[in-house]
């Protein structure tokens, strides 16, 4: 998987979000299948993820051994994070998602731009391994066209000191991340 080529991470944020293979089951939460997914703020980039049927506190430490180390890990209220070995300090949040509100929007550009999260009847996984391959290449895609982003800023004309959210502006050409798959 392509990750930006910084060297030192200040901050990861980790989340899971649920879906199923195959069929929904007829259990009370209607959910078999877990992605897993580990950002950091800045580049904004997914540098770690995994898929399985479970969400143990194991699952999660496989992802947190194979990423660069990074300051500091936040997390929402799932007590399986708790029993993980972070590598630096870990913000365990159990009354909002303010900590985890940029993974907590990558996982949305995944149910948006991934079908096969998008829309149950039209579109699923049949096996573990498709699920895992598909997800593999659109990261990839999403993770070029974050650092394509910030290369193409351009500094701002107006006096605010926040980047301006229409970048479209200054280029000939916008970017999109279709353009990266």
Same mark, same amino acid.
């Given at each position: 998987?392509?990750?930006?080529?910084?060297?030192?991470?200040?901050?990861?944020?980790?989340?899971?979000?649920?879906?199923?293979?195959?069929?929904?089951?007829?259990?009370?939460?209607?959910?078999?299948?877990?992605?897993?997914?580990?950002?950091?703020?800045?580049?904004?980039?997914?540098?770690?993820?995994?898929?399985?049927?479970?969400?143990?506190?194991?699952?999660?430490?496989?992802?947190?051994?194979?990423?660069?180390?990074?300051?500091?890990?936040?997390?929402?209220?799932?007590?399986?994070?708790?029993?993980?070995?972070?590598?630096? &300090? +870990?913000?365990?949040?159990?009354?909002? *998602?303010?900590?985890?509100?940029?993974? !907590?929007?990558?996982? $949305?550009? %995944?149910?948006?731009?991934?079908?096969?999260?998008?829309?149950?009847?039209?579109?699923?996984?049949?096996?573990?391994?498709?699920?895992?391959?598909?997800?593999?290449?659109?990261?990839?895609?999403?993770?070029?066209?974050?650092?394509?982003?910030?290369?193409?800023?351009?500094?701002? &004309? +107006?006096?605010?000191?926040?980047?301006? *959210?229409?970048?479209?502006?200054?280029? !000939?050409?916008?970017? $999109?991340? %279709?353009?990266?798959?």
């Amino acid at each position: 998987m392509w990750i930006s080529q910084q060297t030192k991470f200040e901050d990861f944020e980790l989340d899971e979000l649920y879906w199923f293979i195959k069929e929904k089951p007829h259990t009370e939460t209607g959910e078999n299948t877990y992605v897993m997914t580990m950002i950091s703020r800045i580049p904004r980039q997914i540098v770690g993820f995994d898929v399985d049927f479970s969400k143990s506190s194991q699952q999660i430490q496989k992802i947190v051994n194979s990423v660069p180390v990074a300051d500091t890990y936040y997390t929402d209220g799932y007590a399986g994070y708790l029993e993980v070995d972070f590598l630096g &300090r +870990h913000v365990y949040n159990v009354s909002d *998602k303010k900590d985890t509100h940029n993974v !907590e929007s990558v996982n $949305s550009d %995944l149910r948006h731009y991934v079908p096969g999260l998008a829309r149950r009847n039209r579109c699923f996984f049949r096996s573990l391994d498709t699920f895992k391959s598909v997800l593999a290449v659109f990261i990839d895609a999403y993770n070029k066209f974050g650092e394509a982003k910030l290369k193409h800023r351009i500094p701002v &004309r +107006h006096k605010s000191p926040y980047p301006s *959210k229409h970048l479209h502006e200054f280029r !000939e050409h916008p970017l $999109s991340l %279709l353009d990266f798959l």
